[in-house]
């Protein structure tokens, strides 16, 4: 049965509060929906990989990654995504998939810069997740470089390498960090928001070099977005973050949890586009060998990434 039409769902409070610290008019609308529409549930079925933000054992968010051939995810209905891919062996952060978690969900096609947002809870798990959809949202395509990726592998073989625990930000961690043009950042609203809050999956970029390494805190630049202050509104209520970073030329990941301070007004020679800092405070980081289970080449940057500066 079609879903009738949904007024669409209003920005929380910590939302707002970001928007307000930002001066931005907080009496706006945003094509936030308690389903997907059905563009949205056909561009989910056409992905290759998905990235998610779910919680560890203390509530703190993780940021992974799920990949399968094309098809791996369906949506019989708007509100049901079937997710046909498990966490791979030795993910940091395989334990939050659980029936009953709370997941934040990013949908990103590399190729065209098209990207929907979606959270909501697992309600079942078999060799596969079923995901019970709260709230799904696109996303402009500002930042976000263009990639050709192909499946190098099935996702039932992929990344079985271990995650190798990190005490603090190694040489290599740091480089990959100092080169990167694209990260993601997983958030959670705090508990007292309730259905309002919920887990968070997002995409920054910017030119290799916008992330600066600071011993183990990194400086992130907040360049100008939707204006929606989704994640900003997260860290505002509740500063643990998980961060995933991806060589897209072996397939490592780097996956980091740490604490997040934001500095709404930052004076002095941050990059330029920068209209807010974010300095997070790196508390554990794992690395694993190979195991994002595609291959990757890269086109052009996106032309908002051009107008942007590095440290």
């Not at 897209?248 to 996956?255: C, R």
Request: net charge neutral; aromatic share 10%.
């Amino acid at each position: 049965m079609p879903v009738e039409p949904s007024p669409f769902l209003p920005f929380n409070a910590d939302e707002r509060a970001a928007q307000r610290r930002a001066g931005i008019a907080t009496g706006r609308t945003a094509p936030i929906r308690p389903f997907m529409p059905e563009q949205h549930r056909a561009f989910f079925a056409l992905l290759q990989y998905l990235f998610t933000a779910t919680p560890d054992a203390e509530g703190w968010p993780m940021a992974s990654v799920l990949t399968g051939l094309p098809g791996f995810i369906a949506a019989p209905d708007a509100t049901t995504l079937r997710i046909g891919a498990l966490p791979r062996t030795g993910d940091p952060a395989a334990p939050g998939f659980a029936v009953g978690a709370e997941i934040g969900l990013l949908g990103l096609d590399l190729a065209t810069r098209r990207r929907n947002r979606a959270n909501g809870r697992i309600v079942n798990r078999d060799n596969g997740l079923t995901v019970h959809i709260a709230q799904s949202f696109g996303n402009c395509p500002q930042y976000i470089q263009t990639r050709t990726v192909t499946a190098a592998k099935a996702a039932s073989t992929a990344g079985e390498s271990p995650a190798v625990i990190l005490d603090g930000l190694d040489e290599a961690a740091r480089e990959l960090i100092e080169s990167a043009d694209t990260f993601f950042v997983a958030s959670r609203g705090r508990s007292e928001l309730g259905a309002e809050g919920g887990f968070d999956m997002s995409h920054r970029g910017g030119r290799p070099g916008f992330v600066a390494v600071q011993g183990d805190t990194l400086v992130i630049p907040d360049f100008r977005g939707n204006g929606f202050f989704n994640t900003l509104g997260n860290l505002l209520g509740d500063p643990r973050a998980g961060l995933l970073f991806i060589d897209f030329n072996t397939g490592d990941l780097l996956q980091l949890q740490g604490t997040v301070a934001i500095d709404w007004q930052p004076e002095g020679s941050e990059p330029a586009g920068a209209e807010r800092l974010w300095r997070v405070q790196v508390k554990r980081a794992w690395r694993t060998r190979s195991a994002f289970a595609s291959q990757s080449t890269f086109g052009e940057f996106a032309p908002s990434t051009l107008h942007t500066g590095t440290w």
